[in-house]
């Protein structure tokens, strides 16, 4: 028998990490909140205005989406009890498959409980021990736990590089793998910018492979009637959308080809062995559907704020990624200035909550500033002031 097991507590190694973290200023706790409206929030019986939301659009709280979301359940009941193999897959799961299909311009649809699950267990259904995985250097957590679980060999190319990719490509053609596989997301969830998604599918159909691209963070508010900067494009296997960001509600969903949901009904553990969305949850998506192609007004509005904000930040002297998207980040480095910056601002009335590694790489701790239509030009200049004032002082 080891000798460390006798003289160790056998949870030594957790007491030992969250000092660790505590000490580098890593340490996550949860907060709780309760929600006023689309943009404020009550935190600790204060009032703030709420900047850290992905609701893009203040749909979790249009009326619409919760009429829809009581009307299913009064109809159908709190949960699909069952896989959707099994009992799961009721009427209006395939209908609202078949209207994702439809408003994306693909031949199908599948849904998925969260965009984590969907990417954790897709990629590793695509390619396997003897494949190649090429993904962005910036990837979401949930893509990366996808292609570790998938056991493939992989490789990162510099972000939004897709002269460093084609070379890659180059290389890994003749390197015998069973199949290739691009995944990159198409608006990056901690820097806002956005991907060259033509330039993605010119590379994929130049060397043959697969090309998955995370489409979460553009649904609702990028692309043809918000449908996101994948909708009515060919020459993309898989697309991913998430229902959690602009669409107001929890869930994702994909867009394929017929051949590729078949596929994935029958071969992917996280579709095959778990729960359906509750109808709940399908009601509310299925108004949010029929409702984001007549906001553009919003969409507009959205888009000149973030110009704005951005404009303002850089006049300030704040170091600003350069953000196509509502996130909008501002590097601040050091994980303590950056909860200094954090709490200052709660302190006023507004909740940025600080960004630290290892969500983002080492001394790029950040305010992931994030607008909505519904944060009005007073709430905006609000903060503006705000950041003036922590800057000049």
């Not at 693909?106 to 021990?129: C, H, M, Y």
């Not at 609702?220 to 909708?231: N, R, V």
């Not at 930040?313 to 200035?337: A, F, H, T, W």
Request: hydrophobic fraction near 35%; proline fraction near 3%.
């Amino acid at each position: 028998m080891n000798s460390d097991l006798n003289h160790h507590n056998h949870l030594d190694f957790i007491t030992k990490e969250l000092q660790e973290r505590e000490k580098n200023n890593n340490i996550r706790q949860l907060n709780t909140i309760c929600p006023q409206d689309a943009v404020t929030i009550i935190k600790n019986a204060r009032s703030l205005i709420n900047f850290s939301s992905n609701d893009y659009l203040g749909l979790s709280k249009h009326p619409s989406l919760i009429l829809a979301s009581q009307n299913y359940t009064q109809k159908y009941g709190t949960g699909a009890t069952a896989s959707r193999l099994v009992t799961g897959t009721y009427d209006i799961h395939e209908k609202l498959e078949q209207k994702l299909a439809k408003v994306c311009n693909k031949e199908a649809s599948l849904l998925f409980n969260t965009g984590f699950q969907a990417n954790t267990t897709l990629i590793p259904s695509l390619v396997d021990q003897k494949s190649l995985v090429l993904c962005d250097r910036l990837v979401h957590n949930s893509i990366l736990q996808g292609i570790f679980l998938s056991k493939a060999r992989w490789k990162r190319y510099q972000h939004n590089d897709l002269s460093h990719l084609d070379k890659l490509l180059k290389k890994a053609v003749l390197e015998g793998y069973n199949r290739i596989l691009i995944v990159t997301e198409t608006v990056f969830s901690m820097e806002g910018d956005c991907c060259d998604v033509d330039g993605l599918i010119q590379l994929s159909q130049q060397y043959n492979t697969l090309l998955y691209l995370d489409d979460a963070h553009a649904f609702g508010i990028m692309g043809e009637k918000g449908m996101g900067l994948t909708a009515n494009k060919s020459g993309i296997d898989i697309s991913l959308g998430t229902f959690g960001k602009a669409i107001g509600s929890f869930g994702a969903f994909i867009t394929t080809s017929k051949l590729m949901r078949d596929y994935l009904i029958n071969c992917c553990p996280g579709f095959i062995y778990t729960t359906a969305l509750p109808p709940a949850v399908i009601g509310s998506i299925d108004a949010a559907i029929d409702l984001v192609p007549s906001l553009d007004q919003e969409r507009t509005y959205l888009g000149e704020q973030i110009n704005y904000v951005q404009n303002k930040l850089r006049d300030l002297g704040y170091q600003v990624c350069n953000s196509s998207s509502p996130i909008i980040p501002v590097i601040i480095g050091d994980e303590e200035k950056a909860l200094d910056l954090s709490q200052y601002l709660e302190k006023n009335g507004i909740l940025a909550t600080a960004i630290r590694p290892p969500t983002v790489p080492k001394n790029t701790a950040r305010i992931r500033f994030v607008l909505s239509s519904k944060h009005q030009p007073e709430h905006i200049n609000y903060l503006i002031y705000l950041l003036k004032n922590y800057h000049d002082s």
